[in-house]
């Protein structure tokens, strides 16, 4: 198959620094790719101890992480020395008994319940210097094979670790069920080895490995073997509960891993382990079942962790370039949390939970900027225990410590960093591609770079368009929309609503565009998603009613008493407001422009590059364009200014005082709308309310917008307005869990009373 120049483009400057890097063996990778396990430092003599200690009879126990990497190499390792005859056992350490990694309450176990004569260790023990001493002590025997960094010092036994002293080898990116998978070879030969590339696959694309050189054979030639059912009968057990005609690497990163993982983030991962080498359907479907409960606690607890940083991030001082929090996390997940967190703001994140012990138990996620491993080890003082690489890191430390620690963290990024290293770019893409190429074809072409992961991750298809006709996926689904193209595409995006309106202006856009190959009964069926969006020449049709809506809204929110004026400031020259708070700083301050007198102001004022459209999480400046924009005050927490570029009413954004400082123009933009007080146009809406309680929307603007066209004759405006008086007098609510109208019970009450009804001068 012919590959689209484009592509080939984009892999040659994706992989340009990769040593050697073959762009032939990159598009058509084969088993000969893989490297000689026996070149790995060390791994002779790991063979042979194993070897001789099965042909004496000894007790072999292998002992691996609690994650889905280290269960998958336990497997791996298990399954071969089980058909070489071995007398073997496993230990999977319990997060919550025994900790991360080796310990001396789990080597205290071990020894007791399995009294093993030799250790070997998978995708753990390069740090474990003090438990190998105890082992050897006790006169167990202990090799050990990881992939993590080691420290200075290492364990005192023979050790295969890609990153120890292996220069001879040549690749150290392979994860820890990777080196089980060389030992494998080692002991039995490459056929015996590529037996396991299945396990080994879910395992490299997993543990975020870097899918390059021979890690890219393994997860693809796994995958081929999982997809083809020449895998372990667990897998394919997996595959159809999951409903995956065809696996890809996405499928294993984002619905089987989480799984896996599961158990040991929430209970006991012995479990996994259990599930894996099963063969009968009934205790498949048994452990299956557990493996699914504990997902279900997983996702619970991910809510949980997620509503505990939402109220911790209003505290968070925005200037420091790391997030450190602890709080009431459940220690199974602050892996997960932290990932989010780095994600969403754009820096290096630690959460830390608390343990039974009183010590606090964090999990780090980082950016390519900052190497968290490398400065953190620099730190040893204050580490409990420390293990990790560059983006991910685990450690434990004193409650007393945490500041102290914070306040050291945060110098030494200080001192690589720049502001501008923790900017987000939404307008970053790889590959252009146009409405005719959003097809079989060029998915098809797209496919011949798979597995994506690490260092290998799927390209971001831009395709620009103006303006695209959008529509909810249905009445149920009303939340999430189809944006067409302009021939005709339809991309389906998730919880679209507030980028529905930026969708349909006129405005240039690059649209991010996910294609990809899916199945359907056997055939290939294109899967196309809007996955972002940015703005590059903003234009506006104007849409004066959703633009005058949107007023009403907020300026309902703005009567009421709990906002702060000391925050409010109304401004002749809002211009030289604007240039001095975006040439302070790159943080803070959101510009809101919402017809095209708003995009002249930006224009001249050169603030094109900040155009976006939405405030970010991290606080970044932003100038926000759409005809519709309301927020909550969670949506701006990181900000400290917001600018509104036009009005309808007087006070109309002084909801937005509570958490920022709000400049408003001094002039009022004249209303051309017209809108009715009089009380018989509110028994019409009223009773067009009632007669439609069920009808779903997104909030209340959107239920206007639905009853007008019920009704035909009210206008969207007219209903809105109604439907706000009576929401502030108590006759009826807007449930956003619900998202539909309630009506409540409630005394009789003129409408002319309503704050809101006295405060709107048309």
């Known amino acids: 198959m012919l590959v689209d120049e484009r592509i080939l483009e984009f892999i040659k400057k994706k992989h340009e620094n990769e040593k050697d890097f073959d762009l032939e063996k990159y598009l058509n990778p084969s088993l000969n790719d893989l490297r000689d ?70 080597i205290e176990e071990i020894v007791s319940e399995f009294a093993p004569d030799l250790v070997v260790t998978v995708d753990l023990g390069i740090t474990a210097i003090e438990e190998v001493e105890i082992l050897k002590q006790e006169g167990i025997d202990v090799v050990v094979t990881d992939h993590h960094l080691p420290l200075a010092e290492v364990p005192d036994c023979v050790i295969i670790d890609p990153k120890h ?44 490995v870097p899918l390059i050189d021979e890690n890219r054979v393994i997860a693809k030639f796994g995958i081929d073997k999982i997809n083809n059912g020449e895998c372990l009968k667990s897998l394919t057990f997996l595959k159809n509960k999951l409903e995956l005609e065809r696996l890809t690497s996405t499928d294993i990163s984002f619905k089987i891993v989480p799984r896996l993982n599961a158990c040991g983030r929430m209970d006991n991962a012995l479990k996994v382990f259990e599930f894996l080498i099963q063969t009968e359907d009934k205790l498949l479907e048994e452990k299956y079942a557990e493996i699914e409960s504990d997902n279900t606690l997983r996702l619970a607890t991910i809510d949980k962790g997620t509503k505990i940083i939402d109220e911790l991030m209003k505290k968070y001082n925005f200037d420091e370039p790391s997030i450190l929090v602890h709080g ?73 410590n945490f500041e102290v620690f914070k306040e050291e963290l945060n110098k030494k990024i200080l001192e690589i960093t720049t502001p501008k290293d923790f900017l987000i770019d939404n307008s970053r893409f790889d590959i252009k591609v146009t409405d005719d190429d959003l097809s079989i074809e060029f998915a098809k072409q797209l496919e011949k770079l798979e597995p994506y992961g690490d260092s290998n991750e799927k390209p971001l298809l831009m395709l620009e368009q103006e303006k695209m006709s959008v529509m909810p996926i249905s009445e149920k689904a009303f939340k999430h929309y189809k944006c ?50 940015s703005v590059v020449e903003p234009k506006f049709e104007t849409s004066k009613e959703n633009d ?63 155009v976006g459209e939405k405030p970010l999480k991290n606080g970044q400046n932003v100038v926000v364009v759409s005809p519709r924009q309301i927020y909550e005050l969670a949506d701006v927490f990181g900000y400290k200014n917001i600018i509104f570029l036009h009005k309808y009413f007087d006070e109309e954004h002084l909801f937005y005082s509570q958490r920022l400082k709000v400049y408003e123009n001094a002039k009022n933009s004249q209303i051309d709308i017209k809108i009715s007080k009089e009380r018989e146009i509110f028994a019409k809406v009223y009773k067009l309310a009632t007669a439609f309680v069920g009808l779903k929307a997104n909030d209340v603007l959107d239920f ?52 809101f009804y006295q405060s709107v001068v048309l």
């Open 165 to 208: 002293d292996n220069a001879e080898y040549g690749f150290d990116g392979l994860c820890g069920a990777g080196v089980a998978y060389k030992l494998v070879e080692a002991l039995s030969g490459k056929t015996e080895a590529n037996k396991y590339l299945d396990i080994c696959a879910i395992a490299t694309v997993g543990d975020i």
């Open 328 to 400: 009431d996390f459940h220690e199974g997940t602050i892996g997960i949390v932290a990932s989010r967190l780095c994600h969403d703001y754009n820096k290096p994140a630690i959460v830390f939970a608390k343990t039974e012990d009183g010590t606090l138990k964090g999990s780090g996620r980082s950016i390519d900027k900052v190497d968290l491993h490398k400065i953190i080890s620099g730190m040893g003082g204050m580490l409990l225990n420390f293990g990790g690489h560059k983006m991910a890191v685990g450690l434990e430390i004193e409650p007393e």
């Open 37 to 106: 396990a026996n070149k790995l430092k060390d791994i002779d003599l790991a063979a042979k101890k194993i070897k001789d200690a099965i042909n004496d009879g000894k007790r072999i126990l292998v002992y691996g992480d609690y994650d889905s990497d280290g269960i998958c190499a336990v497997t791996i390792l298990y399954l071969h020395l089980k058909n070489m005859g071995a007398n073997v056992d496993v230990f999977i350490p319990n997060r919550f008994e025994n900790g991360y990694g080796m310990s001396v309450e789990a």
């Open 548 to 610: 005058f809506m949107t007023a009403l809204y907020n300026k309902y929110y703005s009567i009421f008493d709990f906002n702060n004026r000391e925050n409010y400031v109304v401004c002749e020259d809002l211009e030289s407001i604007i240039k001095t708070k975006f040439a302070e700083s790159e943080y803070g301050t959101i510009l809101v422009a919402t017809t095209g007198e708003d995009l002249e102001v930006v224009k001249r004022l050169g603030l094109e590059k900040y």
């Open 484 to 533: 067409f193209t302009a021939k005709n595409n339809a991309l389906v995006a998730f919880n679209f609503y507030k980028d529905s309106f930026v969708c349909e202006s006129p405005a240039k856009k690059q649209i991010i565009v996910d294609l990809s190959l899916g199945q359907f009964k056997g055939k290939d069926k294109l899967n196309l998603f809007l996955k972002g969006l």
């Open 704 to 755: 206007s917008h639905k009853l007008s066209l019920k009704d035909g004759a009210l206008s969207a405006s007219q209903i809105l307005f109604s439907l706000i008086v009576f929401m502030e007098l108590n006759f009826l609510e807007f449930d956003d869990v619900l998202c539909t109208i309630s009506i409540l019970k409630s005394k009789k009450t003129e409408i002319t009373s309503s704050k």
